[in-house]
């Protein structure tokens, strides 16, 4: 008789449950990395650059996002309290670049 057969078998009961919790770890480590190499290019939930949401978006997004924002942006000049002229952010030759 060799020391194999002298060891107690492992009940079925036991073995389901190790094979369900290494089935439910591969899936926890699949989805942790599924998500991190997402977030390698996209912005973190609820991230805010100067008050617009950039959540979730990548970069060239985000980029295009403030363009969009700022250049639509005005300055009024003011004389005496009362407005006299009001210029585009573009009318000025301003430029943002966010990269």
């Known amino acids: 008789m ?7 078998k492992m009940k079925k009961t036991v073995r389901f449950i190790l094979i369900g919790l290494v089935v439910v ?3 926890v480590i699949g989805g942790y ?5 997402h ?10 650059i100067n008050g617009t949401r950039v ?5 060239n ?15 009024t000049v003011e004389q005496n309290g009362e407005e006299w002229k009001t210029f585009k952010k573009a009318d000025l030759g301003l ?3 966010f990269f």
Do not use: C, G, V, W
């Open 33 to 37: 990395t599924y998500r991190s190499m």
């Open 61 to 75: 997004q985000a980029n295009e996002l403030l363009h969009d924002r700022y250049d639509a942006q005005e300055f």
């Open 2 to 8: 060799s020391r194999l057969d002298k060891r107690p």
């Open 95 to 97: 430029d943002t670049d």
């Open 25 to 27: 770890l591969i899936a």
């Open 39 to 48: 977030y390698s290019s996209h912005f973190l939930p609820d991230t805010f």
């Open 55 to 59: 959540s979730d978006l990548t970069a």
